[in-house]
Structures are given as structure tokens and as C-alpha cells.
């Protein structure tokens, strides 16, 4: 008997405030940027202006006489020791993995590159003596675009390296024998739609800057820093120095944000860490907003040659994926396997026969790429959900009808898809026409023709992007099959305090994702202990010592399942013990609301706390009984989760000034079993607008030297809520049958979704005027630009 026997719980599914928001939402908290450590020095990092170049002079001299300044060095005072930065995923057996320095050493590859650092007892003489650095540049040719970095006189990243290319990776159904050649059945199909997509290149614009403490004080080196991966970075730390890795500790306190930009080992950390360890004194490094946005990673960055092909009928017969992958000058550490996340969802939720994707990286001078909310599958789901609204417009045919004619039944599930996968399980077709209801789908529809045959200057589109997308990264085995570094589990403790108060320890590194109360929810229902009574511990490697961190949205789907097996622990190793101060046979007890309670005999009872209390004392437990019912668990998952909805999108478009407004916006989105809807609900929210970003307004783009475009918030573009719609949100639930909850994960569902229904809608609004595609982000100005250019090709 386990502790799911309780039976239906109180707490998850309930909406309860989250128990984190007091302290987070008020600043309240221990930042890292917060921290002061008595003789700490801070550091300043001097920066690369070009994009290439090498380094003929450096003379750090002056800045180490500067008042206030204890040290400055450069990339080749310290080449014996820092390392070369870490990248876990080379994706194929002949990736190509340039050596990384977290300071450059003789030449620099992008703009915001390291090439120096100050540390001084305050921050402004720091920066101060930056200024005081000398360095003398050669300059290089710099390659940007990914095309040109391939042609075969390319001027090189990576002179080492031979070539431009990272790697190539391919998968074929007809060679995977999971379906038919692509080839074929292109040649032999009615209609074919071919199209070059382009996702630009964008900024995870976390709301707390980069920001790390490094205190080398005492027996160990403690790091505090601002990142999604505590346990990884100690990892990372320990292997790349050669510190031994019980003798650092990891910290991430209180972290405001991430979206995957936090999910990487960083020069910055390096660069820290080398400087206390050589000051022997504590050190910080808080990054400003500038620095953040030319040297943190950037996500995407792709351009996508999709060819789709299908019979008259729109049923499809293929589908072939050509993507080049920037890469930036060097590798992250997940920045190959990015893409690839995506080959696997490029046929999402559509039975298509026979399926071809060939992705290759490109070094170029520009700041490595790496996870931005999604990895891969907003890309994917992107280049899938405006194919198939192009496929529909040349069929003459409604893009849901295209998509019901193809897509997986909800009573095909499991279902093994052209790409490998098998998704667990879904629904299409409930959350489909949950949308349209709540969209007025056919009522727009009738408007749109209205307008249209009125000639209204301010035409009506109307997007649809209906997607599925895979959570709970990641099984173990399936990481290594592709060549990942580490695998996908989990770990969970439970210790249950004397007085019957819980501590639950998470693996898991939330930053406001609301793990706390989440867990809580959980742990609540399992052991029947009162949700105020848990406390949650997470995001430091002295007090959780073993975990994965948070990224992927596999906290609940991983995380969340160790913690229910944690609890059946603790419910299992209580029951002995209960049976014994009850005077009765294990066996003969149930476990219901938090208590132990004899079958037949419900009013003798114990309660879990009782039964910690009875271990805390030890006076009389059983003969051979360890005085415990603490607990550990590590989850390893046998498959992804598949979360899928329905997003309706509806824009006005000025076809005379190029304006986009979105008139309205629906998701319908099943995550499986929901723990907290007030977590959900912020998830998906937050999700969309940052899919709407993507579509309207964000852009990280290069001059022809190299130089970021948009090197502040003045220039690159986040939306404000003043510049977003009202969304009407629901959801339809088909429970996870593999995960102890039913949950599936919902953190990235909103961005992958949002991108294609508001371009398509986009689109949509513009087909009249001969319009088949706008590139991201469809700003006024391109709008315009794509309206006239169709009107020229139809005057020529």
C-alpha cells in the first residue's frame, strides 16, 4: 500500500496563492547581487568592440595602478588555469568543438567578447581602470551570414577548425525505417508547397541581470550566482578546473528569470571564480543590462527550407526540413542540440508518411546561440503550423479542416510518430473545437469575407497554430542515444521533522516558476500533512546535493514525480512503525487523509507526525527498524510527456501604414493533470507574450561589422502590457498515463504556439494582396514593404 491510497487530495488542483510571490514580488530576497562578504572585491570585464580581430598588444599596467584596484589580468596571464568553457552536447561524432577560454587568449571572435578584468575593492574604480587597459586590435574578416560562412573561401572562425561548419545531422524515415523516402512521394504528390522561413535571432530578456559571488574562504569555494543550473555549473566547475567537487558549493538563491538564457556554464562564472581563487578573497560580478544583451546567449537563429507536399484531398504525403543552425562563434553548453531538440517535432501533431531533416551548424561572429524558452520546438512547431496554413490556402481549403484531415485521433494514442516518438497521449480534436468556440471562429470568418469584399483598408486575419510539444527532458537513455552529456533524472527527499513539520528537497532550480508551492501542493496530498506545514528547499548543492535543475519544462513532469515517489517512501517506512503503536499487522492498516487507520477500526489511528515523533524518541520501535522515515527518490523517466492546445489568433492589419493589431487571442491548452491553475494560468500568459515578441517586435540583429543592433531596451523591443491583447485562456485535460500525477508540463507551451498563429494570422489578413509570407518580427515597416512588393509582382 502506497501513499496514493489517500486517495483524492485536496490541494492539487486548487488555485492557492503562491508562497514564494510575497518575498519575490516585493524584492524582499536575497539576490545575488544583494550579497556583501566582508573584504569583497568587485570585478569589472573588459570587452571585444569588434567582431574578429586579433590581439597583437595588451597591457594591463596602468588599470593595476589605478587607486582602489587589487588586480587586472587578461586571457594569457591565466591561460594555464581557466579552462576552456564546456559544451555537454556534441551531436554527432565529428562535431567540431573550438577551444573556448572564457578570457580570450591572442584573438577575439565577437563583439562583447572578454578580454581582461578589474578587480578592486568597489565597483567604480573597477570600471574606472577598465579604461585604462590597452589594447591593440588587427582586424579580421568577419563572417555573419550563415550561407556566406559555408561557401568554401569563407574567411574562418576558428582557423583550427578548418571550416565554418559545425556538424551536420540527419534523420531519414525511408533509412529509419519509420516511414516512406521523401523524395518519392514529393515527386508523386498533387500539390507541393515549398518555403524559406527565417527565425531571427533573439535575447532571453531576464528580468535579473547575470550576476555571480565567489567566496573561496574556509575549506570550500562557494559560488552564489544567478543561474538555472546549480548542480550542472558545480559539475562544469569541477571538471574544466580541476577543483575537486566536494569542495565547491553552488548556490542560485532567488533568480528572476530565465527562459533558458541561464541554462549555461558561463565566461563570466569562470572568469569569478579564477579571480577569487588567484585574490584569495570573496569577488562579485553583476553584469549591466548592456552587457547582457551583447554577451549572455541568444536563442534561435535559424533559417528553415521546408517543403511540404499533400494530394488534392490535403491529405499529406511528405515533409522535408533543411536548416542551417547558427551557432555563434563558439558552443554553450547545449548549443548543437538545440536543433535537434526540434527534428523530432517538425511533424508534431500530423500522421505524415515520409519525413526527411537535415540540420547544419554554422560558426559566425556573433554571440553563441543556446536554449531560449523552447530549445527547438518553437522553431519546429513555427515551420510546421505556416506550412500548413500556406498548404491550405493552395488547396482552396479552411487550415482546421486541413489540419482534422491529418491529424492523430485521440483514440490512436498511443501513437508512434515518423520522427520516433511516441506521445502518450491527447486530444486534438477537444481542445480544437474548444477553441473555435470560444474564438467564434465561423463568425470571424464570415467578417473576414466581409471586409474583403468591401475592400477594407484594414483587413482581418485569422492565424491558427494547433501544436504539440515534448516535456519532461528527458528520459536518460534517449540523451544518450543522442549524444548528450548527462541524463534526464530527477531526485526528490523528504524529511519529516519531530514536531511533524515536512522539509522537502527538489533537484529542481526554480527561478518564479513557483516550484515552493507546487511541491508543497504535492507533498501535502501524499502525506496528508497540512500544505502550510512543508517547506521547500531547492537551488543549493550543500542542501540538495543531487539533481538536474530546471529547464525544458521538466521540473513537475521529472521533479514533481521523484517527490510522489518520495512520499510513498515515507509512507512505506512509517507503516511499521504505526502498526506497532497500534498493536496491529501492517498489513491490516490503510493509509487515508494523513493517517494510518485499522481497517474496520477507523478511530484507531496514527498520524505520519505521530509516527516522526515515535522515531525522534526511539523508545519503542519495532525490533530492526531504522529510526527514520525520511526519504529519497531519483526519478528517471521511460518517456516525454506531449502537452498539445489549440492557439486562435485574430490581427487587423493596415494594408496602407503596415499596422498589426491583435484583435483578439484563445488558448486552449491541455498540460495534462493541472497541480495549481494560478501556476498555469501565469505560465501560459507569460508564454504567449513572449511568443508574440517573436512574431512582433524582437529582433537581435548584426551590422555588417559585427556590432549588435540593439544593444539596449530602447532598441530591442519587449513588449509591454500595454502592448498586448486580452487573452482568453482555457484547457482541456487528458492526463500523462505514465506520470504518477497525470501531469505533463506547461512552462514553454504559450511560446511554442503563439509565434505561428499571430504570423499567420498576419498572413492571413494579407493573402488578398497576393502577400504569401512577412518575415519576423512583422514590424510596420515590413509589412508595408511585403504589401507593395506583392503589388509590384503583380503590376510586372
Excluded at 464570415?446 to 485569422?462: H, K, Y
Excluded at 543522442?482 to 529542481?508: D, F
Excluded at 484507531?604 to 522515531?615: D, G, M, N, Q
Excluded at 494579407?766 to 515590413?782: A, I, K, Q, Y
Aim: proline share 6%; glycine share 10%; net charge negative.
Amino acid at each position: 500500500m502506497t501513499a496514493t491510497e489517500a486517495g483524492p487530495g485536496t490541494q492539487v488542483g486548487a488555485a492557492l496563492g503562491r508562497k514564494e510571490d510575497a518575498r519575490l514580488i516585493t524584492g524582499r530576497t536575497m539576490w545575488t547581487d544583494n550579497m556583501t562578504l566582508p573584504g569583497m572585491l568587485h570585478l569589472a570585464i573588459l570587452r571585444s568592440p569588434m567582431a574578429h580581430a586579433r590581439i597583437t598588444h595588451i597591457d594591463v599596467g596602468p588599470a593595476r595602478e589605478s587607486p582602489g584596484v587589487i588586480t587586472a589580468f587578461t586571457g594569457s596571464d591565466v591561460a594555464d588555469i581557466q579552462g576552456s568553457l564546456p559544451c555537454a552536447w556534441p551531436v554527432t561524432e565529428d562535431t567540431a568543438v573550438p577551444d573556448y577560454p572564457p578570457l580570450a587568449v591572442g584573438e577575439v571572435r565577437h563583439t562583447g567578447e572578454p578580454v581582461a578584468v578589474v578587480a578592486a575593492r568597489d565597483k567604480a574604480s573597477a570600471e574606472d581602470a577598465l579604461e585604462l587597459i590597452e589594447v591593440d586590435y588587427e582586424p579580421l574578416p568577419v563572417v555573419l551570414d550563415m550561407e556566406a560562412a559555408l561557401a568554401d573561401d569563407a574567411p574562418l572562425v576558428h582557423q583550427d577548425q578548418g571550416s565554418n561548419k559545425c556538424y551536420t545531422w540527419t534523420f531519414d524515415s525511408a533509412q529509419a525505417g519509420t516511414g516512406d523516402d521523401v523524395t518519392a512521394a514529393e515527386s508523386g504528390s498533387e500539390v507541393v508547397v515549398r518555403r524559406r522561413f527565417t527565425q531571427q535571432r533573439l535575447i532571453p530578456a531576464f528580468m535579473e541581470p547575470r550576476s555571480t559571488v565567489v567566496d573561496p574562504t574556509g575549506d570550500q569555494i562557494t559560488m552564489w550566482s544567478a543561474t538555472q543550473i546549480p548542480h550542472i555549473l558545480r559539475l562544469m566547475l569541477a571538471m574544466t578546473t580541476g577543483t575537486p567537487e566536494h569542495k565547491i558549493r553552488v548556490v542560485a538563491p532567488d533568480v528572476g528569470g530565465g527562459f533558458g538564457g541561464k541554462l549555461q556554464v558561463t565566461p563570466e562564472e569562470f572568469i569569478a571564480f579564477v579571480a577569487a581563487n588567484r585574490t584569495g578573497r570573496p569577488v562579485k560580478f553583476t553584469e549591466s543590462r548592456s552587457e547582457t544583451m551583447m554577451s549572455a546567449h541568444h536563442g534561435r537563429d535559424q533559417i528553415q527550407d521546408v517543403t511540404i507536399s499533400a494530394s488534392r484531398d490535403g491529405t499529406l504525403t511528405g515533409l522535408s526540413v533543411r536548416l542551417l543552425a547558427n551557432m555563434g562563434a563558439y558552443l554553450g553548453i547545449v548549443t548543437p542540440g538545440v536543433p535537434i531538440l526540434g527534428a523530432f517535432m517538425y511533424n508534431a501533431i500530423y500522421k505524415i508518411p515520409a519525413y526527411r531533416f537535415e540540420c547544419t551548424g554554422v560558426f559566425t561572429n556573433t554571440t553563441k546561440t543556446d536554449a531560449y524558452r523552447g530549445a527547438g520546438r518553437p522553431e519546429a512547431t513555427f515551420a510546421i503550423e505556416r506550412a500548413m496554413d500556406d498548404l491550405a490556402a493552395e488547396l482552396g481549403m479552411d487550415p482546421i479542416e486541413l489540419r482534422r484531415r491529418n491529424w492523430i485521433n485521440h483514440d490512436e494514442f498511443p501513437f508512434t510518430t515518423i520522427s520516433t516518438l511516441t506521445y502518450d497521449s491527447g486530444n486534438y480534436e477537444a481542445a480544437t473545437e474548444r477553441a473555435k468556440e470560444l474564438f467564434g471562429y465561423d463568425e470571424l470568418r464570415r467578417e473576414q469575407e466581409r471586409r474583403r469584399a468591401s475592400g477594407d483598408t484594414v483587413q482581418l486575419g485569422i492565424g491558427v497554430s494547433t501544436f504539440t510539444e515534448m516535456c519532461g527532458l528527458a528520459p536518460s537513455r534517449v540523451l544518450g542515444s543522442l549524444n548528450y552529456g548527462a541524463g534526464g533524472w530527477e531526485s526528490a527527499s523528504v524529511r519529516v521533522l519531530p514536531t511533524g513539520k515536512v522539509e522537502v528537497i527538489t533537484g529542481t532550480s526554480p527561478h518564479g516558476q513557483g516550484h515552493e508551492t507546487a511541491w508543497s501542493q504535492i507533498a501535502a496530498d501524499q502525506l496528508g500533512v497540512p500544505f502550510e506545514d512543508i517547506e521547500v528547499l531547492h537551488g543549493d548543492t550543500r542542501s540538495s546535493p543531487k539533481g538536474l535543475d530546471t529547464y525544458g519544462s521538466r521540473s513537475l513532469a521529472v521533479g514533481g514525480a521523484a517527490l510522489v515517489h518520495a512520499c510513498e517512501k515515507v509512507v512505506d517506512k512509517a507503516r511499521p512503525i504505526a502498526a506497532h503503536m497500534l498493536e496491529c499487522d501492517p498489513a491490516d492498516l490503510e493509509f487515508t487523509e494523513g493517517a494510518f487507520r485499522v481497517r474496520g477500526s477507523p478511530e484507531s489511528a496514527k498520524t505520519i507526525a505521530e509516527c516522526s515523533l515515535a522515531v525522534f524518541t526511539s523508545h519503542d520501535l519495532p525490533e530492526g527498524i531504522e529510526p527514520s522515515i525520511d526519504s529519497d527518490a531519483t526519478f528517471d523517466p521511460a518517456n516525454f510527456s506531449f502537452p498539445h492546445g489549440s492557439h486562435l489568433c485574430a490581427t487587423e492589419v493596415d494594408t496602407e501604414t503596415g499596422q498589426v493589431r491583435i484583435r483578439s487571442y484563445v488558448a486552449v491548452d491541455d498540460v495534462g493533470r493541472v497541480v495549481n491553475p494560478t501556476i498555469v494560468e501565469g505560465q501560459v500568459h507569460g508564454g504567449i507574450a513572449q511568443g508574440i515578441a517573436q512574431a512582433l517586435y524582437e529582433e537581435a540583429s548584426y551590422d555588417a561589422d559585427g556590432n549588435l543592433l540593439a544593444g539596449t531596451f530602447v532598441d530591442y523591443l519587449v513588449p509591454s502590457a500595454a502592448d498586448l491583447p486580452d487573452f482568453i485562456t482555457d484547457r482541456t485535460e487528458t492526463p500523462a498515463p505514465d506520470h504518477p500525477l497525470g501531469a505533463k508540463g506547461v512552462g514553454e507551451a504559450g511560446t511554442i504556439a503563439s509565434t505561428p498563429a499571430v504570423v499567420n494570422a498576419v498572413v492571413d489578413a494579407l493573402r488578398p494582396s497576393g502577400v504569401t509570407d512577412v518575415p519576423m518580427p512583422c514590424t510596420p515597416e515590413r509589412v508595408w514593404r511585403a504589401v507593395r512588393n506583392a503589388e509590384g509582382s503583380e503590376r510586372s
